[in-house]
């Protein structure tokens, strides 16, 4: 039955899947329907409607917010090591003003250029995040100490994503620069173990960036993952072939640019459609057009806004944590701009070159 399904039932079922995942862990966090939650619901609401629209109708319903961009690795796909300022930390104040700003988050991913882990206040950040009941997700590279896995373990995120592109311990050590994929499994083992001992509910999922030379050992994380017996999900992207990333990669790599990325995302969603069920894990692969600027924000460890993770050019100011008015940059022309590029075709000079236009 599944094999005679066609390419378009198995991307609905498999996106049918993962958004079916999010609205039962999203839900929770708007119940009781008090105003503050009341405004939070009909906000994403706005967001979704008024997707394809040149102005927003609502607030960010998400952000992705840089805990540091720090990092223990030197990863080959990663720009981290080409930014101006390596070792910028979030301030705890920044977030609590950030969260204050932004009243109608339903979730939060603490994590941007730099390994989340290395801010000393993330779990107070994640806490917080908790406790305003935002979902809150983090990804790491998990080559961490074993006092932080425990710290991991212990910390109030919704769910915690490890990124690994390839279990082959050489391969993994070629992307991942300093990166040792023994650790990745001795830490996946001891987070599981303590999830388990202490009754904790964060999931565990992968997160891969997936290269030419990757993309045919997919099967290889879905093994891994089952065998870890935690992990839950698998959420597959594309090495990012957006201008400003290429130019900063090295030959070896920008050989292993995903070609013919339509056809081959058609390809790899039945791949994953027939894996998760196969192996019983969630899968999915980021691909598409984009709709980051009608319910999405970014902000950076400086504090500093901008459309997406994609985006990091400064010179067009798109906003400042502490200049206070957050909704004042969401709503202003520059980012009305970036909307209209979407939607007419013609992009806004920010997202020249991105796959996602
Ligand atoms: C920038 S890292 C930060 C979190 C943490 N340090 C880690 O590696 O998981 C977040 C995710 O971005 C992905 N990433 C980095 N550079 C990328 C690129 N050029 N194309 C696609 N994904 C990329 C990484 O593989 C990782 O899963
Ligand atoms: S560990 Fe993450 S942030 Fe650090 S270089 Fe690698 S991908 Fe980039
Ligand atoms: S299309 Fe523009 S806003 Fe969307 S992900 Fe690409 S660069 Fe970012």
Known sequence: MIHLMKNSQKRAALEFRQFWYLIKHILPKVLPLNSRNLFRLKNAIRDLRSRGGIQAAGQPMYAQIEPTTACNLTCRFCLNRHLAHPRDHLLYEQFVQILNGLPGLLA????GLGEPTMNKDLFKMASEARRRKIYVFTVTNLNLSKKMVCKLADSEFDAINISIESVDPEKYAWYRRGGDIRTV?????LLGNLKKKNGRTFSVGIWTTMTEETIGSIESIFEFASQSGVIERIQTVFLTDKASHVSKYEDALRTQQIADRRAKAKKVRAVLHF???K?????SLVEGKCSWPWSSVYINAQGLLSPCCNIRNRDLKWGDVAEGNIDRAWYGTEWDKLRKG?????PHRACAGCPYV
């Open 108 to 111: 939060i991913n603490l994590q």
């Open 185 to 189: 499994v001795r830490n996946l083992k």
């Open 275 to 277: 894996l998760s069920r």
């Open 279 to 283: 192996y019983g894990i969630l899968a």
């Open 342 to 346: 979407l939607v007419t075709g013609k």
